[in-house]
């Protein structure tokens, strides 16, 4: 059985920074790609952030690039996504995500994605 298990999420200031984790039980990460969502009442899910098994693609939303990254570390079973400079836009519940490494599907599609967390909750003050 595959899980994902977000954890990280808080409440900070504008300008603030977090570091969200997702942890994989069942298998590893090193045959997906692995991505991060969030999503607000009412709206899409987002794509902001994917990354390829070792590190080497990575891909990110415009509105977050320069202040976000992501990352995979120990054996590739935790997946991170650092969060510099947030502003209160970037308030959402934010999920990770596990798809296939190759598809006809683009890296912010998230059909590609079949695997996901519960989600955790980010909200930053102005």
């Known amino acids: 059985q595959v899980e994902l298990v977000e954890s990280g999420g808080g409440s900070v200031q504008a300008g603030g920074s977090l570091r969200l984790s997702c942890a994989a039980s069942?298998?590893?990460?090193?045959?997906?790609?692995m991505g991060w969502f969030r999503q607000t009442p009412g709206m899409e899910r987002e794509a902001i952030a994917a990354?390829?098994?070792?590190?080497?693609?990575?891909y990110y939303a415009d509105s977050v690039k320069g202040r976000f990254t992501i990352s995979l570390y120990n054996a590739e079973t935790t997946l991170f996504l650092q969060m510099n400079t947030l502003k209160p836009e970037d308030t959402a519940l934010y999920y990770c995500?596990?798809?296939?490494?190759?598809?006809?599907?683009?890296?912010?599609?998230?059909?590609?994605?079949?695997?996901w967390g519960q989600g955790t909750q980010v909200t930053v003050g102005s």
């Open positions: 995500a596990a798809g296939p490494l190759y598809s006809a599907r683009a890296w912010y599609d998230r059909g590609r994605y079949i695997h």
């Open positions: 069942g298998y590893t990460f090193s045959n997906f790609l």
């Open positions: 990354i390829r098994r070792g590190g080497g693609s990575t």
